[in-house]
C-alpha cells in the first residue's frame, strides 16, 4: 500500500500538515495533522508500495530503544485512519 | 448549513492546534495563487497584522476568504484578493488567521521570504496598470459583443 498521488506535506511548526492537491483535491477535500513519527510514516509510504511489516522493519532499523510490538501497533493504527480517510491505496 | 459547519470547523482548528491548512480555491489570488494547485496555511495571529498580509476572514455566509490587506484604517482593514479589481472592507472580529505558509507548485514557500515580499509590493505598485488593461479588456469585448 501507499499514499495516493496527489498530497502535499508542509512542516509546520512540530507538525506536518498535509492536503490534495489537483486531481485529488475533487474527492478529498479538508487536510492532515500529523506528528513527528506519523510525519515518518506518511513519507516512507510515499516512497513506494509497501507492507505494514516493511515499515516496522525499517523503523525498527532506523530507531533505537523502540519496542516492537509498540512500533506495530502505532503503525498498524496509522495505516487504518488512512485507509479509512481515502489517503492510501490498498 | 455544511458551509457553516465548514468555517466552525476551520475556525476551531485555529484557535485550539494553532493551525490550518487547505488547497487554493477560486481564483482571486492569482497569479500567486491558481484554483487546486497550491497548498496554503494559515496560523493564530500572534503580530499586528501588517499591509500586504494575506488574512483568512469569514465572507459572511458560512465561507471564508483569502485575500490581502491593501491598507489599515481605525477599526478595520482593506482587503482585495490578488486578482480582484474591488475592494472589502473587513473588521478585526470577522479575521481567522494569517497566511503563515504555502506550496505553491510542489514548492514550500513562506511570506516572509524577500521574494515574497518584493512580489507583494511589486504587485500592489503596478496594481492601476493591471486595472486600466483589465477595463479596456473589458470595453473592448463588450465593443466587439455589440460590433459583430
New interface residues.
Given amino acids: 500500500m501507499k499514499i495516493k498521488s496527489g498530497f502535499?506535506l508542509?512542516k509546520?511548526?512540530e507538525?506536518y500538515?498535509?492536503?490534495?492537491?489537483?486531481e485529488r483535491?475533487?474527492e478529498f477535500?479538508g487536510?492532515v495533522?500529523l506528528n513527528g513519527s506519523g510525519a515518518y510514516f506518511w513519507n516512507l509510504l510515499c516512497e513506494g508500495d509497501k507492507t505494514e511489516e516493511e515499515i516496522v522493519d525499517t523503523a525498527m532499523r532506523d530507531f533505537v530503544d523502540v519496542d516492537r510490538a509498540l512500533v506495530e501497533s502505532d503503525v498498524s493504527r496509522f495505516v487504518k485512519n488512512l485507509i479509512d480517510g481515502g489517503i492510501v491505496e490498498v | 448549513m455544511t458551509e457553516l459547519y465548514e468555517l466552525r470547523a476551520v475556525e476551531n482548528e485555529i484557535r485550539e492546534r494553532g493551525s490550518f491548512a487547505s488547497v487554493t480555491k477560486g481564483a482571486s489570488m492569482r497569479p500567486l495563487f491558481r484554483m487546486h494547485r497550491d497548498m496554503i496555511v494559515v496560523s493564530k495571529i500572534e503580530r499586528p497584522l501588517k499591509k500586504y498580509d494575506i488574512i483568512l476572514y469569514s465572507g459572511g455566509e458560512g465561507e471564508y476568504i483569502l485575500h490581502r490587506i491593501v491598507g489599515i484604517r481605525d477599526g478595520y482593514f482593506i482587503v482585495r484578493g490578488d486578482n480582484n479589481y474591488f475592494k472589502e472592507k473587513v473588521t478585526h472580529d470577522r479575521i481567522i488567521g494569517v497566511l503563515t505558509a504555502y506550496n505553491r507548485k510542489g514548492k514550500s514557500g513562506s511570506p516572509d521570504t524577500f521574494a515574497f515580499k518584493l512580489y507583494s509590493r511589486l504587485w500592489r505598485y503596478i496594481y492601476p496598470l493591471r486595472y486600466a488593461f483589465v477595463k479596456t479588456k473589458f470595453i473592448l469585448s463588450r465593443i466587439k459583443r455589440k460590433l459583430f
Fill in positions: 502535499v508542509e509546520v511548526g507538525e500538515l498535509a492536503v490534495a492537491v489537483g483535491a475533487k477535500s487536510f495533522r
